[in-house]
């Protein structure tokens, strides 16, 4: 056949054919009810996506909630934090009584609670001619154990509360007197520690020296 009358008979074909829009919309209506199953899942997807977020949102502030509540209802403290001990004061001074040869440190303790143990202990650097001639405190005599004996260079004063025993709140005076070799002593060296313990087991430690 000649290639210029196939080309024209193409051509008038081709004007000539009408399409079957009918057909094509059945053919397209088919198409979407056979869809695959990826893209119907799609729109699932997001809800699932954006209940599985709500769900979060509601374990987190949940939890908040308990965390808060647990905080706010604990009476005790952390564990490994220690407890508050006794509110207390201490200073050490020579007495004004005190003279060339014989000296007597007072030791003012001020409690504002009560402690169920108490150690007291003054210590007088052995500056020469050091001796002890007694000592006292303003609680009773009963209530603790004393001890005075030298150690590491000094003279110490120790007052340990009795078991069973309370120191109440209030002013406590703790006195060490001794002999020392003629002159005015230079006390820059002496010390003072005070340990007290709360009910609840709470520690307070004072450290200190004494002035003239």
Same mark, same amino acid.
């Given at each position: 056949m000649d290639e210029t009358r196939l080309r024209g008979e193409l051509r008038e074909a081709a004007l000539a054919h009408r399409?079957?829009?009918?057909?094509?919309?059945?053919?397209?209506?088919?198409?979407?009810t056979a869809a695959p199953p990826a893209r119907t899942l799609r729109p699932a997807r997001r809800w699932t996506a954006a209940v599985a977020v709500a769900a979060t949102a509601a374990a987190v @502030?949940?939890?908040?909630? /308990?965390?808060?509540t647990t905080l706010r209802d604990r009476p005790a403290p952390p564990a490994g934090v220690a407890a508050p001990g006794p509110a207390a004061r201490a200073a050490g001074t020579v007495d004004p009584g005190s003279n060339r040869w014989w000296a007597?440190?007072?030791l003012a303790v001020t409690t504002d609670t009560g402690a169920t143990a108490l150690t007291v202990e003054v210590r007088v650097a052995l500056t020469g001619g050091i001796v002890s001639t007694g000592h006292w405190q303003t609680r009773s005599a009963d209530d603790f154990r004393v001890t005075v004996a030298e150690e590491s260079g000094?003279? @110490?004063?120790?007052?340990? /509360?009795?078991?069973?025993?309370e120191l109440p709140p209030g002013?406590?005076?703790?006195?060490?007197?001794?002999?020392?070799?003629?002159?005015?002593?230079?006390?820059?060296?002496d010390t003072y520690a005070v340990v007290l313990t709360a009910r609840d087991g709470g520690r307070t430690t004072l450290r200190g020296g004494f002035a003239g």
């Amino acid at each position: 056949m000649d290639e210029t009358r196939l080309r024209g008979e193409l051509r008038e074909a081709a004007l000539a054919h009408r399409p079957d829009r009918a057909r094509m919309l059945a053919r397209v209506e088919r198409g979407m009810t056979a869809a695959p199953p990826a893209r119907t899942l799609r729109p699932a997807r997001r809800w699932t996506a954006a209940v599985a977020v709500a769900a979060t949102a509601a374990a987190v @502030v949940g939890l908040g909630g /308990l965390a808060v509540t647990t905080l706010r209802d604990r009476p005790a403290p952390p564990a490994g934090v220690a407890a508050p001990g006794p509110a207390a004061r201490a200073a050490g001074t020579v007495d004004p009584g005190s003279n060339r040869w014989w000296a007597q440190s007072d030791l003012a303790v001020t409690t504002d609670t009560g402690a169920t143990a108490l150690t007291v202990e003054v210590r007088v650097a052995l500056t020469g001619g050091i001796v002890s001639t007694g000592h006292w405190q303003t609680r009773s005599a009963d209530d603790f154990r004393v001890t005075v004996a030298e150690e590491s260079g000094a003279l @110490v004063y120790r007052w340990t /509360l009795k078991e069973g025993r309370e120191l109440p709140p209030g002013p406590h005076t703790f006195a060490a007197q001794y002999n020392h070799a003629e002159g005015v002593r230079d006390a820059s060296a002496d010390t003072y520690a005070v340990v007290l313990t709360a009910r609840d087991g709470g520690r307070t430690t004072l450290r200190g020296g004494f002035a003239g």
